[in-house]
């Protein structure tokens, strides 16, 4: 099976744009889940979009949102850039089946710039 | 709110020598903990969870509720450990993993 793909891989905005992110899950996986990746705060939860619906949140502003395909497929979009927004951002697809937790298998990320 | 602490940034040994790699969480509940590595330029993935209670390429963890800890564990490291590595916790009933900031550890000749 071919894995989590994201794109693009390498991104540079300016502050007050805006950007989307894609990811594609594992074929079959129907929960996709959003991080993002910075030295000073290290993996920190987005979101999780399973079914087209939002089904957990973290703690971030409302620039950060998402939304999901009935394909599974996800984008990622934040408004407004700031600096602080520079980071890596990882996707990762789940089955998320039953109540028992599903790996979550992780992209290669989105390495964005935010000048 | 949870959270997971892993108090060593860096982590150096050699070749043979056992390697230890700590962590500790806070979470009200019963989560489920597990360990993430990043070998370097390859994606994030799964090493162990404390469920399976399983031995992955010799690490083994164990979760200690009275101390809240689940400390990864090798007897004797490989250079090809190197690697960083994340504690994560799940909490029951939810869908997200709240990750530690890493330990990268280097694996000397």
């Known amino acids: 099976k071919a894995g989590v793909t994201q794109t693009p891989r390498y991104l540079i905005k300016t502050r007050g744009q805006q950007v989307t992110l894609s990811c594609s899950p594992i074929?079959?996986?129907?929960?996709v889940s959003w991080y993002q990746q910075t030295p000073g705060q290290g993996l920190q939860f987005l979101f999780e979009?399973?079914?087209?619906?939002?089904?957990n949140k973290g703690n971030f502003p409302g620039r950060f949102s998402g939304r999901q395909f009935s394909n599974s497929r996800s984008e990622m979009n934040v408004s407004t850039l700031e600096l602080g927004d520079s980071a890596l951002y990882l996707c990762?697809?789940?089955?998320?089946?039953?109540?028992?937790?599903?790996?979550?298998?992780f992209g290669p990320g989105t390495r964005l710039t935010v000048l | 709110a949870q959270r997971v602490t892993q108090p060593e940034k860096l982590l150096s040994v050699f070749k043979g020598a056992p390697v230890e790699l700590k962590c500790n969480y806070s979470?009200?509940?019963?989560?489920?903990l597990f360990w993430y590595v990043q070998y370097s330029r390859q994606r994030l993935q799964l090493l162990l969870r404390?469920?399976s209670r399983e031995s992955i390429k010799g690490f083994t963890a164990d979760l200690n509720k009275g101390e809240t800890s689940f400390h990864l564990k090798k007897p004797f490291a490989q250079e090809e450990d190197s690697a960083m590595y994340y504690c994560?916790?799940?909490?029951?009933?939810?869908?997200?993993?709240?990750f530690g900031a890493g330990t990268t550890v280097t694996v000397r000749a």
């Open positions: 404390h469920i």
């Open positions: 979470y009200s509940g019963s989560p489920e």
């Open positions: 979009y399973f079914s087209e619906t939002q089904r």
């Open positions: 990762a697809s789940s089955p998320r089946t039953g109540a028992i937790y599903n790996e979550q298998f």
């Open positions: 994560a916790l799940k909490p029951a009933n939810d869908y997200k993993l709240s």
């Open positions: 074929s079959g996986h129907r929960s």
